[in-house]
């Protein structure tokens, strides 16, 4: 019978302690509560928080949206993607108890008397409790287009003056520096910075929380970390479908946007920052931007753009009745991002994003130098690759001898793989994670306003370019659906310095030693 391994746990007290966190008397409003994103990720991230015991006190959840539903709709929707695939009786149980802690109000996003008659719900719902404070949080799954209207009405009509107040901000923040700038000025016009909390969920992702510990806890990761032993990041992002009719959509804003100046820029600032004197929100964050104002904006040579065409029965992106007619969208993008600081200086992080492609996978992969020469000859580069998703997972690919007489390095990988090694944890979903902090009080996965507006500065000039304002939209590469992207890719990453070794794709080989 295996044994189980007991752990020492070390502690990271600027994370555990918080006087802020609602602990009773919580109202969640859930605005745009009939939409795809509440009930595809709020609605089953508030579960899985009741679920583990992890929300406030006697805590209800008010649904807020235009269509008009009665409870019994509303309750459908709100737990049709809570997963029980094993019927299991506790969790088909705990569903039933969700459900009474939650109601629902149609209401107009641009009307007082709307936002009035949700006070009045609230209110009614306030009066149980046994103590004067209250604590409320309003979290806007809505597109931005309504973000400041409801963000003002909210503050007018639906703001605790007896209690605390927060305020869930989902992206995009805008579509360039200027318009980010305009959404944050009319939203600080009715909250506080330390009210908001403007959530990326890349943020609440575990591997990605765990790149802190991983830097700062580790003196060998430490030593490692710089221009010196590093010789390119690449952080990729791979969907293997398309745009599945969501076309309109995603023309708007294209895998920039969507992708590398949030969800990847994100990751590069808490893989690069330098150590944060706590790990305070404000600490964190601090060294974030300052990481991130030492990046200049990007320049064009140092852009690929692709855009997928139909293929393996597949159709292109063009082929959906909802793209715009002869769109230059990309659909992929590989950016290269140059650091000025002097851990940075001249390493190339690349940063790849794009749909259609051969895989679902996000990973960092860190690639070292070449080892001096003289002894060794073709020998493999090691790699640090940070896996994020699916099956989370840290590996280190390293040269070892081969077993036996003969004397040869073969690459190996030392491996980290979670669902292996901590077989009795349920990782949370970001989602969860990141509505936790906001009831905690924690900014520490949040983004700031200032961070917002450099990350803007670095990709605004190429995203004008893309979108025709600096003269004719650059046309991108086809790539064929189910592909690793374009065919530029290789060379493109090969010219930064990268070395294919023994493959991008990670698997648990069994090496015949025989054969080599």
């Avoid at 990720?41 to 009741?50: D, E, N, S, V």
């Avoid at 409870?71 to 088909?92: C, F, G, L, Q, W």
């Avoid at 082929?319 to 990309?330: E, L, Q, R, Y």
């Avoid at 306003?449 to 650059?474: C, M, Q, S, Y």
Wanted: hydrophobic share 35%; glycine share 6%; net charge neutral.
């Amino acid at each position: 019978m295996a044994s189980m391994t007991r752990t020492r746990s070390g502690t990271i007290p600027s994370m555990e302690t918080s006087g802020d966190e609602f602990k009773d008397n919580t109202i969640i409003v859930v605005f745009g509560a009939s939409g795809d994103l509440a009930k595809k990720k709020t609605y089953p991230a508030l579960f899985g928080l009741y679920r583990n015991g992890y929300l406030p006190k006697d805590v209800h959840i008010v649904g807020y949206a235009r269509t008009k539903m009665d409870e019994e709709e509303y309750h459908k929707r709100t737990t049709s993607y809570i997963k029980n695939p094993n019927n299991d009786p506790e969790v088909a149980a705990k569903i039933e108890e969700f459900k009474k802690l939650s109601s629902y109000v149609s209401g107009n996003y641009d009307d007082n008397a709307s936002f009035q008659n949700l006070a009045r719900h609230m209110e009614a719902i306030e009066k149980g409790y046994k103590t004067r404070g209250v604590n409320r949080l309003f979290y806007l799954a809505l597109p931005p287009s309504v973000f400041v209207p409801v963000a003002q009405h909210v503050k007018v009509c639906c703001y605790a003056t007896n209690g605390t107040n927060r305020i869930i901000v989902e992206k995009p923040f805008g579509k360039d520096l200027q318009s980010c700038r305009d959404l944050l000025s009319s939203l600080k016009q009715s909250w506080q910075e330390e009210e908001t909390y403007r959530i990326d969920h890349y943020l609440g992702k575990e591997m990605v929380k765990n790149l802190l510990v991983l830097r700062f806890a580790n003196v060998a990761m430490g030593a490692a970390w710089d221009k010196h032993s590093i010789s390119s990041v690449q952080i990729s992002f791979k969907e293997p479908f398309g745009t599945e009719g969501r076309g309109g959509y995603f023309d708007e804003f294209g895998i920039i946007r969507d992708i590398l100046q949030n969800h990847l820029l994100q990751v590069l600032s808490i893989l690069t920052m330098e150590r944060p004197v706590s790990f305070a929100s404000e600490d964190i964050r601090d060294e974030k931007v300052k990481v991130l104002r030492s990046i200049p904006p990007i320049e064009r040579k140092d852009v690929l753009l692709g855009q997928y065409v139909g293929a393996n029965g597949k159709p292109g992106y063009l082929d959906d009745d909802t793209v715009p007619k002869g769109s230059v969208c990309p659909t992929f993008a590989a950016t290269t991002l140059w650091i000025n600081n002097e851990r940075w200086e001249g390493v190339p992080f690349i940063l790849k994003a794009g749909k259609a492609l051969n895989e679902a996978k996000v990973e960092i992969r860190l690639q070292f130098k070449d080892v001096t020469s003289g002894i060794f000859k073709d020998i493999s580069r090691n790699e640090l690759v940070i896996r994020i998703q699916p099956s989370e997972a840290v590996y280190l690919k390293l040269n070892t001898k081969t077993p036996g007489y003969a004397f040869r390095a073969i690459p190996t990988e030392m491996d980290l793989t979670y669902k292996r090694r901590f077989t009795d944890t349920n990782i949370p979903e970001a989602y969860e994670a990141l509505i936790l902090d906001a009831i905690k009080g924690d900014h520490s996965n949040f983004v700031r306003d200032d961070e917002l507006d450099v990350a803007w500065k670095i990709f605004t000039p190429i995203l004008h370019w893309i979108d025709g304002r600096e003269g004719p939209r650059p046309k991108p590469s086809p790539y064929p659906y189910g592909s690793r992207g374009p065919k530029e890719l290789d060379s493109f990453i090969e010219k930064l310095g990268y070395k294919r070794g023994t493959g991008e794709d990670y698997s648990w080989p069994t090496t015949n030693v025989s054969s080599l």
